[in-house]
């Protein structure tokens, strides 16, 4: 058996046997592994207090049998207090790590990938920043790095300039009244859309609810969840749902 060291952010943990825990990481050198933390449930465990959903550590692992490793040693790279400190900073960071562990378990490392993961873990942990469009910015980077990203200065489909009204996920971005589907899109909602990608996350993240912030977080929940094929739990509790076209949109 090799010995690995790597740096990881723990995305969900879950019981096996009596006393231990199988933990899922998202590691900076190996992408996204299973781990077998023997006696982590048990109250003497140390490794038991630093893989907590959430954490972001630096663990010694062993390969083991099949697709699992073995924790040997885990130590906190950080605390991550602040995030810890509110329900509302911990929602959104259980938003981001869901949408993390939906990527194909292959152990395909990415490095990008893992350090916005790891920025948008130390955004949630700044208290100068809000935690609400946190998920949304990290879904719509997300998409990003993966050459999805929404299409929002022009219409998707017919590459009309405007004025566009409507988004669509299936169709990749905002579309024009005369293709427009999917559902209203305002112009404060477009304004926030283009704020996040082009440059100003920093100011919007500073802002306590930005106009059209409640029709972003879903847009963009709608746009990662139809690139993933599944629907997410965690992002629900803080995005609202938007009506299609025709029911009470415009």
């Known amino acids: ?46 490794l038991g207090s630093t893989l907590e959903t959430l954490g972001y550590v630096r663990v010694d692992l062993v390969k083991s049998r099949g697709d699992l490793y073995i924790a040997r040693h885990v130590e906190h790279l950080d605390g991550l207090r602040t995030l810890r400190s509110s329900y509302a900073r911990i929602s959104a960071g259980y938003a981001v790590v869901e949408a993390i562990d939906a990527i194909p378990s292959d152990e395909t490392p990415d490095e990008s990938i893992f350090e916005l993961l790891v920025r948008t873990l130390a955004a949630l942990n700044d208290e100068r920043f809000q935690a609400d469009l946190v998920p949304a910015s990290f879904f719509l980077r997300l998409l990003a790095l993966d050459g999805s990203a929404p299409v929002l200065e022009e219409c998707v489909n017919c590459a009309s300039s405007g004025p566009l009204v ?16 999917g559902t209203a899109l305002s112009p404060d909602a477009l304004t926030l859309l283009r704020r996040i990608t082009g440059g100003e996350l920093a100011a919007v993240l500073s802002e306590i609810a930005p106009p059209g912030s409640g029709d972003v977080m879903a847009m963009a929940q709608e746009a990662i969840e139809n690139h993933f094929g599944r629907r997410l739990r965690s992002p629900r509790a803080t995005a609202p749902s938007l009506p299609p076209l025709g029911a009470g949109g415009s």
């Open 1 to 46: 058996m090799r010995d690995y060291r790597d740096d990881a952010v723990v995305l969900r943990t879950f019981k096996s046997g009596e006393a231990d825990r199988v933990v899922v990481l998202y590691t900076r050198a190996h992408g996204k592994v299973r781990v077998l933390a023997k006696g982590a449930r048990k109250s003497s465990s140390r």
């Open 166 to 181: 409507s988004f669509d996920a299936v169709a990749g971005g905002a579309l024009c009244a005369k293709c427009r589907r």
